[in-house]
């Protein structure tokens, strides 16, 4: 059973930083392809790529995001981890961890991801 299990909720000040983190356990990758994980935000209904990270360590980010997000990987420990900085109230919002069994490219589109954590709410106080 693949579980992925995120760290609790953050809030913070406008202006400050936050450091998620999913652990995966249960998934064994097949290494002769790629897999993707990747954060998203709840948007309302949706739910739209914050980032994503290619097993073989490419990278993408939202331009909403670009140039204050990092998404990592350690691998020794199966943890997934998002970093933001110069938060803002329009970041308050619930975020979520997926992955990507597998995957020659990330996409930012939910629909792809097959696997879910249960999402850490953000709030970043004004």
């Known amino acids: 059973q693949i579980k992925l299990m995120q760290s609790g909720g953050e809030s913070v000040h406008s202006g400050g930083s936050i450091r998620l983190s999913c652990v995966i356990s249960g998934f064994t990758p097949d290494f002769s392809g790629g897999y993707c994980l990747a954060w998203f935000r709840q948007l309302r209904s949706l739910r739209w790529g914050v980032a994503t990270l290619?097993?073989?360590?490419?990278?993408t980010y939202h331009d909403s995001v670009k140039g204050r997000a990092t998404i990592s990987m350690d691998s020794a420990q199966n943890t997934v981890y998002l970093e933001m900085t110069n938060l803002g109230p329009e970041d308050t919002e619930v975020y979520y961890c997926?992955?990507?069994?597998?995957?020659?490219?990330?996409?930012?589109?939910?629909?792809?991801?097959?696997?879910w954590g249960q999402g850490t709410q953000v709030t970043v106080l004004a």
């Open positions: 290619h097993s073989s360590g490419v990278t």
């Open positions: 997926a992955l990507e069994h597998r995957g020659t490219w990330c996409s930012p589109s939910s629909a792809y991801y097959e696997d």
